[in-house]
């Protein structure tokens, strides 16, 4: 079991950077590759980055691609978004997750992540 909580969200101009956090306690943080997803109203829950054990691998939804970065800190067991240049459309809430890499899933399917945290709103004013 892994319990995983969101912080740093808020309500930002476009334009603004926002840094969220996730921090996560049980089993080994290590064994997991971490994700953020996001849910707008209206919306499915759609992948925004996601980052290998070792950290040498992130991957990016191209909407966010260029603007944000992802990192994991093993020793604080806390795994971070970093958003840039905020628009509008980036509003919603953002949800930290954890997978154990298993064949046949993929880093990019919220299905695959076998536990998520309770999410933070992010609002973006134009």
């Known amino acids: 079991q892994v319990q995983l909580a969101e912080s740093g969200g808020g309500l930002v101009e476009a334009g603004d950077s926002l840094r969220l956090s996730c921090s996560a306690s049980?089993?080994?943080?290590?064994?997991?590759?971490m994700g953020w997803f996001r849910q707008a109203p209206g919306k499915e829950r759609e992948f925004v980055a996601a980052?290998?054990?070792?950290?040498?691998?992130?991957y990016y939804a191209e909407s966010v691609k260029g603007r944000s970065a992802i990192s994991r800190d093993s020793a604080k067991n806390t795994v971070a978004l970093q958003m840039n240049s905020l628009k509008p459309e980036d509003t919603a809430v953002y949800y930290c997750?954890?997978?154990?890499?298993?064949?046949?899933?993929?880093?990019?399917?919220?299905?695959?992540?076998?536990?998520w945290g309770q999410g933070t709103q992010v609002t973006v004013s134009s």
């Open positions: 980052i290998s054990r070792n950290s040498m691998s992130t």
């Open positions: 997750a954890a997978r154990l890499p298993r064949s046949g899933t993929t880093w990019y399917s919220s299905g695959h992540y076998d536990y």
């Open positions: 049980g089993r080994a943080f290590g064994d997991y590759t």
